[in-house]
């Protein structure tokens, strides 16, 4: 009986040992899982692009789904409390940041001395004031200072910084982590946005050449977020204002505050964007794809063409330029008119109707659009060529000509000697 008692004392035992393992097992794979899923829904959290700067003007961006940031008077340091109140990034240790590898990084005495005490204010963006700074190395540059109470703030300031440096988006090249601050040091675009140059009242006017070649930087820049990003990146804020020209006049997409991946997971985000550049199509649906990119890419071309602001009603002018029997000549930049190639205009206008198209999937992809401006600068060139080409011969056929008329002198002169 003993001996059973035993075994039976034995039997519970290893019951209740291999009991507990499976729970212990259970537990940890249920902490495992959840681990998993907070990590997973932190990847989606940040995977928002941020790039550059956006200026306040005409056509401020809205985002229902969040509060932008309240506009503050702009002076001196009233943006910069040295002693900065708590806010959700101060847990946030700067020690837990990592450095990105080749980014420099300055420190909030560069800034400061740089912005000269933070006066040189170019604009107020939705995460904060952007400031121009010369730096230690004599590098002119535009400083974007995150507001500490923006919800968007600190994973803007990682992505940011970790984010690739292309031809035709507005580069980081800097930042700064110091007295409870975040800011990001971008390249200085001299000639600032196109909304500017298209708009101003200024002697200085925009070729046409410049327009096209603009067209086409822009189209590139949108094609790298669609095609060249895994997952593709929406904008969702193109507009004139958000394009940057650096001092050869050479354009970049600017202001990725509101882009996002494009990524299908069912959910729907609140209304973003600028109104006179927002998809028809999306603010009906509350979807936003690529196709939505390309009909404010659209707009642009438009305005390109006409010089009129989308709200000024630039597309009431569009549409009653399409029922013309003139067509967008009608509406054409009067700073451009006579100067400008028109049939190039017209091919760009056509580009741009495509953009527009009220059903999304028959819009062209960016890369298409940027195909067609391509094939409409090339024929240009072709043309030129064969221009060339045959002001060359009749260059020659001139030159033989020449030469046969003063050999014909010289042969009617000889004869007249042998007759004399």
């Not at 121009?132 to 995150?146: D, F, I, N, Q």
């Not at 300031?157 to 970790?162: I, L």
Request: with cysteine.
């Amino acid at each position: 009986m003993v001996h059973k008692a035993d075994l039976i004392i034995i039997g519970i035992s290893v019951g209740l040992a291999v009991g507990l393992l499976i729970a212990s097992l259970v537990f940890l794979g249920i902490r495992w899982y959840k681990r998993r899923a907070d990590l997973r829904r932190c990847a989606n959290d940040g995977s928002a692009a941020a790039l550059p700067i956006r200026t306040n003007g005409l056509d401020t961006s809205i985002d229902s789904s969040a509060s932008l940031s309240s506009s503050v008077a702009i002076k001196g340091l009233e943006h910069l409390p040295h002693k900065p109140q708590h806010s959700w990034w101060n847990n946030h240790s700067k020690d837990r940041f990592v450095s990105a590898p080749g980014i420099p990084r300055y420190s909030y005495k560069d800034i400061q001395k740089g912005t000269q005490n933070f006066t040189t204010i170019l604009g107020e963006g939705s995460f904060g004031p952007v400031y121009k700074a010369t730096m230690p190395a004599g590098k002119v540059v535009a400083v974007k200072v995150l507001a500490s109470n923006s919800k968007q703030g600190e994973k803007e300031f990682q992505t940011e910084v970790n984010a690739d440096v292309l031809k035709n988006l507005v580069n980081l090249v800097g930042y700064c982590i110091d007295k409870g601050q975040r800011m990001l040091v971008y390249e200085y675009m001299s000639n600032g946005s196109l909304e500017n140059l298209l708009y101003n009242d200024e002697e200085q006017v925009l070729s046409w050449d410049d327009r096209l070649q603009i067209a086409l930087d822009i189209s590139h820049g949108i094609e790298y977020l669609h095609d060249g990003a895994v997952p593709p990146v929406i904008h969702r804020d193109l507009k004139s204002a958000n394009i940057l020209l650096d001092h050869s006049m050479r354009a970049k997409v600017a202001d990725f505050g509101l882009s996002k991946e494009e990524v299908f997971d069912g959910h729907n985000s609140g209304l973003k964007g600028t109104y006179g550049y927002i998809d028809p199509v999306y603010i009906s649906t509350n979807t936003f794809t690529t196709k939505s990119d390309v009909y404010s890419f659209g707009i642009i071309l438009f305005e390109l063409i006409t010089a009129i602001h989308p709200h000024q009603n630039l597309m009431e002018y569009v549409n009653l330029a399409a029922m013309s029997p003139d067509g967008v000549d009608e509406i054409i930049d009067t700073k451009i008119v006579g100067t400008c190639n028109t049939e190039e205009v017209r091919n760009l206008a056509k580009v741009a109707h495509r953009c527009l198209h009220k059903t999304p999937r028959k819009r062209p992809s960016i890369g298409e659009v940027s195909q067609a401006i391509i094939k409409t600068k090339q024929r240009r060139l072709v043309k030129d060529d064969t221009m060339s080409f045959v002001r060359e011969d009749i260059s020659r056929a001139v030159s033989r000509i020449e030469c046969q008329q003063l050999e014909l002198r010289r042969m009617a002169s000889i004869d007249e000697r042998q007759n004399k």
